[in-house]
């Protein structure tokens, strides 16, 4: 035993207490530095770079964030209402007990579990006018050309969205399994013997016990999918013409043009998007 436990072992109980908590604190500081500088001063950096009436009349001037504003709402209402409606349907098909489900389950997870660059990279190689695999093997048979997925906006911000969906579905699938398999069976069984339908159940067993989770976890999803931009710049980086961008890539826009004000500008006037999402996720998960 050193001579500094040693000590600590012989001091009062009261004495050691302080001297563990002082040791306690001090090996917090590195954690808090890191804090400080990578995530606190950027932040306020940030901020104050935002500051200037000027760069939000720019932002709202251009078209651009017009557009953006509105593809956000739209991958906001459509995306995550698919999603999650998909993950309540799926997680109670994967608690079915059945052998071959698990490596049906195994093969569904992969998607969420690969890393986002080489796979949304992979559908965008995939969505390629002329060398892609689904023009090349299904249009070319038939002596046509393909269509270039990419350069419809309508088409190119669908296709985003399906990348989202895609990959983020297997995560939720799993939160709402678990939400399932918290229900005590013996309640299914007694809706059995009464005669209860598949539907019967659902509505006055499943749903009830499931419905905080999964509103909870749509609320979640949409603060994730404010600050997710990989499904739509890896995909179609924000074209064509600019058209597809979402508020988590318009400020990537800005960056490239050397716009820092209105990159920052542009982070700014989403708070008010996620601010109530967070209210509203904080007082849901305080019940």
């Known amino acids: ?25 001090l090996m917090v500081v590195p954690y808090l530095l890191i804090f400080l500088i990578f995530v606190l001063y950027p932040v ?11 760069s939000y009349v720019k932002l709202v001037e251009d078209p651009i964030f017009f557009r953006s504003v509105v593809n956000t709402f739209v991958f906001l209402v459509v995306a995550i209402n698919i999603k999650m409606l998909l993950a309540l349907v799926l997680s109670g098909f994967f608690v079915t007990a059945r052998w071959w489900i698990k490596i049906v389950s195994a093969l569904f997870i992969l998607p969420w579990a690969m890393p986002s660059i080489p796979t949304i990279l992979s559908v965008r190689f995939m969505l390629n006018p002329e060398w892609g695999v689904i023009n090349a093997t299904i249009f070319r048979l038939t ?34 399994v678990a939400g399932r398999l918290a229900i005590p069976s013996e309640q299914y069984e ?16 499943s749903w009830p016990a499931l419905k905080t989770l999964y509103l909870t976890s ?23 013409a600019d058209l597809t961008h979402v508020l988590a890539t318009l400020g990537i826009r800005y960056l490239r043009l050397d716009q ?28």
């Not at 000590?7 to 050691?16: D, E, I, K, M």
């Not at 046509?144 to 990348?163: K, Q």
């Not at 600050?227 to 980086?237: A, C, E, I, P, R």
């Open 1 to 25: 035993m050193t001579t500094a436990a040693t000590a600590v072992a012989s001091a009062p109980p009261l004495q050691r207490r302080d001297r563990w908590q002082f040791w306690g604190r």
């Open 190 to 205: 007694a809706a059995s013997v009464d005669g209860a339908t598949s539907w019967q159940k659902f509505k006055f067993i």
């Open 44 to 54: 306020c950096y940030g901020l104050w770079l935002a500051r200037h009436p000027e």
């Open 218 to 240: 749509t609320i979640l999803s949409m603060i994730w999918t404010l600050g997710d931009f990989n499904s739509v710049y890896l995909l179609t980086g924000g074209g064509p």
């Open 143 to 176: 002596g046509l050309d393909g269509p270039n997925w990419l350069n419809d906006p309508t088409l190119a911000l669908s296709f985003a969205m399906l990348m989202h969906v895609w990959k983020s579905l297997p995560f939720w699938t799993l939160i709402l």
């Open 260 to 287: 820092v004000d209105l990159s920052m500008a542009s982070i700014v006037v989403a708070m008010p998007l996620v601010l109530p999402l967070v209210y509203f996720m904080m007082k849901r998960l305080s019940k």
